[in-house]
Structures are given as C-alpha cells and as structure tokens.
T-cell receptor
Framework: EDKVVQSPLSLVVHEGDTVTLNCSYE??????LLWYKQEKKAPTFLFML????IEKKSGRLSSILDKKELFSILNITATQTGDSAIYLC???????????FGTGTRLTIIP | EPEVTQTPSHQVTQMGQEVILRCVPI?????FYWYRQILGQKVEFLVS????????KSEIFDDQFSVERPDGSNFTLKIRSTKLEDSAMYFC?????????????FGAGTRLSVL
C-alpha cells in the first residue's frame, strides 16, 4: 500500500520567515510527485517532480525531490499571509493515475 | 484559463436519497477522477475514468457509486442511496494523461451534506 507522510502537521510562522515542508513516500513503481496548495476548497497545482536533484522554482516557492531517500521538500521564502494554506504532496506511480495524498501541512502565516 | 467546473457547490439530501454530482472537465483532457474529503481528513481517491470506462477504483467506491460521461463534456458521480457517512466534499479532477502530462487539475468541489 502506498504511504505518504508529511511533516510537520502544522506550522505557524511570522510573515517574512522561510519555511521548509517535508514529504516522505513509499510507492511501488514511482512515477512522479506532485505538490498542491489547498486553501478553502480545491487543491491547486504547484509542482510536479520526476527527477532527483533538480529544483523547480516558482517565485518564492521551490521544491526538490530525492528519489534515493524517497522524500521531497517544499520551500517558501519571504512568506506572506496569502501563503497560509494546507500544502499537500501526492506521489504517483506507473500503472495507474490516482493521486495518494498525505495529510498535509497546515501553514499559518502571522502578519 | 481552462478550469474544471463542478455543480452544485453544495447539495443537501436526506439519507437514502440518490444524488448526482456534476463535473465539466477541461476540454482536451482525457482522464477524469473523483476524490472525496471528509471534514478534517485526507483527500481520498475514489475512481478514475478513461476511454469511457473505469480504469481504477478504490475500496470506498462500492456498488452505491457509479460514474458516467453522458455526453462529450460532462462527467457525473452518482450515489444511489446516500448514507450519513457520505457527507464530504467531492472533488472532480482531470488530466491530459500521457508521459509528463499527468498533472491533475481540480474543481472547486461539491459539498454533500446527508441528513
């Protein structure tokens, strides 16, 4: 059975701080790992990672994958109140298309 | 920007009633999915659909559930006889599919309340 563990479960920081969110996974026949941001409703796509060691960046957000150690991190620099959300990671594997989500990290940014 | 749309945004029903949740996936996408999220819990996979048939389903997706693509644009989830424990947010998602194109885009969800 696929497993996804995210840490920390909850994080409260002040605006301007940098945060690192962790995702470890165990899946058979790994294909990719996706990060999503969930505010009030639907998860919105952030990154898809397929190769180890290649950082993906989008503004203040960046993410990297380690396929040997089976984890990924999501970094957010210079956090803003709009970054407050639940951040979800989900690995996928070859042979099916489903996403297996972790419980997420609830990030709260204090002004 | 293309998006997945879901209707209704909120559905209230009595236990034992049938409900149909509707989704319009992104137009050039070939893979369609339903997920659900019970309040305070993880987003859970229900079913995936490709080429007019179910490609995978979870243990949650029992005989009470069915999916259909009745025309070229809509994708529906039917729950035949709702139970209290079916109360959840139901998300539809779609993806292009294929190598490097398995990013799933989610709709805003339908909140189902079973009374």
């Amino acid at each position: 059975e696929d497993k996804v563990v995210q840490s920390p479960l909850s994080l409260v920081v002040h605006e301007g701080d940098t945060v690192t969110l962790n995702c470890s996974y165990e899946v058979t026949n790994f294909r990719s790992l996706l990060w999503y941001k969930q505010e009030k409703k639907a998860p919105t796509f952030l990154f898809m990672l397929t190769s180890s060691g290649i950082e993906k960046k989008s503004g203040r957000l960046s993410s990297i994958l380690d396929k040997k150690e089976l984890f990924s991190i999501l970094n957010i620099t210079a956090t803003q109140t709009g970054d407050s959300a639940i951040y979800l990671c989900a690995p996928t594997n070859f042979g099916n298309e489903k996403l297996t989500f972790g419980t997420g990290t609830r990030l709260t940014i204090i002004p | 920007e293309p998006e997945v749309t879901q209707t209704p945004s909120h559905q209230v029903t009595q236990m034992g009633q049938e409900v149909i949740l509707r989704c319009v996936p992104i137009s050039n996408h070939l893979y369609f999915y339903w997920y659900r999220q019970i309040l305070g819990q993880k987003v859970e996979f229900l079913v995936s659909f490709y080429n007019n048939e179910i490609s995978e389903k979870s243990e949650i997706f029992d005989d009470q559930f069915s999916v259909e693509r009745p025309d070229g644009s809509n994708f529906t989830l039917k729950i035949r006889s709702t139970k209290l424990e079916d109360s959840a947010m139901y998300f539809c998602a779609s993806s292009e599919g294929g190598t490097g194109k398995n990013i799933q885009y989610f709709g805003a969800g339908t909140r189902l309340s079973v009374l």
